[in-house]
């Protein structure tokens, strides 16, 4: 079978988790203790797994991150997640008295199914919550959760953004389908992207306190950091 590149948002990605793993490498020895198999040769073992991929599917990229492309797909999914999280604390502020139509917004909308994975950086999983979130907004819906004073201008853009990243669906499809890249490049995908969610949700709760550590294990900000 021949082999398929990633996309540029893919790459993107990955390098958002390289930046992670180098964080996490260089606070190991604070961090060890948190896990048994947090050692200094299991992250070093992570960079190189990381940086193992990024050599094997893009190579064909590398020197192209600069693009236009690359950029509207970074802020399309930042500007996305913070409008899709101020829509998920202004119904649980609105409705706090109304504890069964919180659930149902969160149910219908994909909140329950993906926007934990989406905020630790699991781009697939963004992918999957705006297209639900769009999908799964009727009138009525929308109009009930901002009656309350949400902002409809915030419920357009997120429609207006689900139909943005489906410029992007090949770029999905591909780490998603086992039929458009080898398996083992596929496996290796997404072990990195579980490993350095789990690393993101575990440093995150552990420096929680610290906010400028807490800032180098945050997926989204990594992401932000990626030169293009």
């Known amino acids: 079978m021949q082999q398929k590149n990633l996309c540029l948002a893919s790459a993107a990605t990955l390098m958002a988790c390289r930046s992670i793993a180098q964080a996490f490498a260089e ?21 190189g797994r990381i940086q193992e ?17 690359i950029h509207d797909w970074k802020e399309l999914i930042i500007s996305a997640l913070t409008d899709l999280a101020v829509v998920r604390a202004s119904v649980r502020v609105d409705f706090k008295d109304d504890p069964a139509f919180v659930k149902e917004v969160f149910d219908k ?15 697939v999983s963004m992918y999957n919550f705006i297209r639900e979130f769009a999908a799964n907004l009727t009138p009525a819906f929308q ?12 419920i357009e853009r997120l429609i207006d953004d689900a139909r943005m990243l489906e410029k992007f669906h090949d770029c999905f499809e591909i780490i998603s389908d086992s039929s458009l890249i080898e398996d083992d490049g596929k496996k290796s995908l997404e ?13 995150g709760a552990y420096y929680f306190f610290d906010p400028k550590k807490k800032e180098s294990f945050n997926f989204f900000k990594a992401l932000r950091k990626v030169p293009v």
């Open 27 to 47: 606070n190991i020895f604070e961090l060890s203790h948190l896990r048994a198999s947090w050692s200094v040769e299991y992250a070093e073992g992570l960079k």
């Open 53 to 69: 991929v990024m050599d094997k599917y893009f190579s064909e990229e590398k020197g192209q991150l600069h693009s236009e492309k």
């Open 109 to 123: 909308l994909g909140y329950t199914d993906y926007f934990s994975d989406a905020k630790n950086g699991d781009h």
């Open 191 to 203: 072990i990195i992207y579980d490993e350095i969610q789990d690393i993101c949700r575990i440093t």
């Open 143 to 154: 109009n009930r959760i901002v009656e309350k004073g949400l902002d409809p201008h915030i």
